[in-house]
C-alpha cells in the first residue's frame, strides 16, 4: 500500500531544516558547492556538494547561497541550487520512500515572497514532490507552538526579520513587516567595527559568525569579551566588549522600532495584549539579552513580555509539517 509521507520545511537563506511525519528532523546550512576545476572534482568525488560538508570544503569550491533576504535569487544557477538543496533535505528525511509514495510538503518562505518567488518554488519542487503548500514563515512559528490568539511573531532569520500579528484568522498584509536586518546584516556591522578598531587582523565570514553566536549580546553588562584573533598569522587577543554589544544593538534597535510600529497600529482594545505576547524566534532570538531588550524598549507603551521559543531550529519546519498534515485541499498549489 501506498504511504504518504507530510513534510515541513523551512527555507532558510543560512539554514534550512525539514521535519517528518516519520519524526524525522534534519537540518543543514543552505548552499551547493561545485568543484571549481578538474583537481576539486577528483577531490570531492562527486558533482557537487551540499551545507556543511560544501562549507568545509570550500577553498575547491564554486559556493552557491541560493537564497538573499529570504527569498531565492533568480537566476539560473540559484534556481538549480535551490532545487538541489530542496531535493537533498527531502531524500536524507525520507529515505524509505518506496515508488509509490506520496510525498506532501509545506515550504515556509517570507510573508513578502512575491508570485515569482512561488513560482520558483514550485518549479524547484517539481518531480519529487507531490502536493505542495506555500506558506508564510511567521505563520509557521505560530502554528508549531499553538498560538492562533493575539500575539506577534518576530522571526529573526539570517537574511530577513519577519513580523507577524497574528489574531485567530490568517494574517492580513497590513498584519506582516519584513525588515532587510538579520543576521548577515549584524556580521556586516561586526566585519566594519572590528577591522575599524583592528586594521589588519584576519577575519572571515565563519570567524565573524562564530563570535557573533557564542558572544553576541545586547544586555546593559556583559563580562569582558576577548577573543584570539590573527595578524598576518601571528596570534593576539582582541577585547570587542564594547563593539560586539554597539554593533548588537545595530540589529535589535531596528527590530524594536517595528515592534513598536505593529503595536501601536493594531486595534486599541488588543494592544495591550499584543505588547504581553510577543514571541521571538528564528536563530537571531538566540542572541543573548534579547527579550529584555525588547521588553525595555516597550516600557513607556506600558510595557510588554517577550519570549524567546524554545526550539529556534526547527519551529518553523515543525510549524509547517503541521499546516502540513491539517491544511485543507482548497489551500495546495498544484503541481
Ligand atoms: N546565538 C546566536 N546569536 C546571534 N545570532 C545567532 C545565534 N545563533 C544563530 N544566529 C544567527 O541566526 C541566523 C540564522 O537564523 P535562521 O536559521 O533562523 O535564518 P534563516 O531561516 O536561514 O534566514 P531567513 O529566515 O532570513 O531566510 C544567522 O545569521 C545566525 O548567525
Ligand atoms: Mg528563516
Not at 541550487?81 to 527531502?90: M, P, Q, S
Not at 506582516?176 to 575599524?196: P, R, S, V, Y
Not at 570587542?240 to 527590530?255: A, H, Q, S, V
Request: charged share 25%; proline share 3%; aromatic share 6%.
Amino acid at each position: 500500500m501506498a504511504n504518504i509521507f507530510y513534510v515541513g520545511i523551512d527555507l532558510g537563506t543560512s539554514r534550512s531544516s525539514i521535519a517528518t511525519s516519520t519524526g524525522k528532523r534534519i537540518s543543514t546550512i543552505s548552499c551547493v558547492g561545485y568543484p571549481k576545476d578538474v583537481i576539486s572534482r577528483k577531490r570531492v568525488g562527486k558533482d557537487y556538494l551540499f551545507g556543511e560538508e560544501a562549507l568545509e570544503n570550500r577553498l575547491s569550491l564554486n559556493m552557491v547561497w541560493p537564497l538573499a533576504d529570504g527569498v531565492i535569487r533568480e537566476d539560473e544557477k540559484s534556481l538549480e541550487a535551490t532545487r538541489l538543496v530542496l531535493k537533498h533535505i527531502i531524500a536524507q528525511a525520507i529515505s524509505e520512500k518506496q515508488e509509490s509514495d506520496k510525498i506532501y510538503v509545506a515550504i515556509g518562505v517570507p510573508a513578502q515572497a512575491n508570485i515569482n518567488n512561488k513560482k520558483a518554488i514550485i518549479e524547484a519542487a517539481k518531480g519529487f514532490v507531490d502536493k505542495l503548500l506555500i506558506v508564510s514563515e511567521a505563520f509557521t512559528v505560530a502554528y508549531s507552538i499553538d498560538r492562533f490568539d493575539e500575539c506577534l511573531i518576530v522571526d529573526i532569520g539570517a537574511g530577513t526579520t519577519d513580523l507577524c500579528r497574528m489574531h485567530g484568522s490568517i494574517p492580513d498584509e497590513d498584519d506582516q513587516i519584513t525588515l532587510n536586518i538579520a543576521g548577515n546584516f549584524l556580521d556586516g556591522e561586526l566585519t566594519k567595527a572590528i577591522l575599524k578598531k583592528f586594521p589588519d587582523v584576519q577575519i572571515s565570514p565563519q570567524i565573524i559568525k562564530r563570535i557573533k553566536e557564542k558572544y553576541g549580546y545586547v544586555s546593559d553588562v556583559s563580562e569582558p569579551i576577548k577573543v584570539t584573533l590573527t595578524k598576518r598569522g601571528i596570534f593576539a587577543e582582541y577585547d570587542i566588549t564594547d563593539i560586539l554589544r554597539e554593533c548588537c544593538l545595530k540589529l535589535t534597535n531596528p527590530i524594536s522600532k517595528a515592534i513598536q510600529d505593529m503595536v501601536g497600529t493594531f486595534d486599541p482594545d488588543f494592544q495591550e495584549k499584543l505588547r504581553n505576547n510577543i514571541i521571538l524566534a528564528g536563530g537571531g532570538s538566540r542572541l543573548k539579552g534579547i527579550d529584555i531588550a525588547v521588553e525595555k524598549s516597550l516600557l513607556e507603551y506600558g510595557g510588554g513580555d517577550a519570549d524567546c521559543v524554545h526550539d529556534a531550529e526547527y519551529c518553523g519546519s515543525v510549524g509547517a509539517l503541521k499546516m502540513c498534515i491539517e491544511m485543507p485541499e482548497e489551500y495546495w498549489e498544484k503541481i
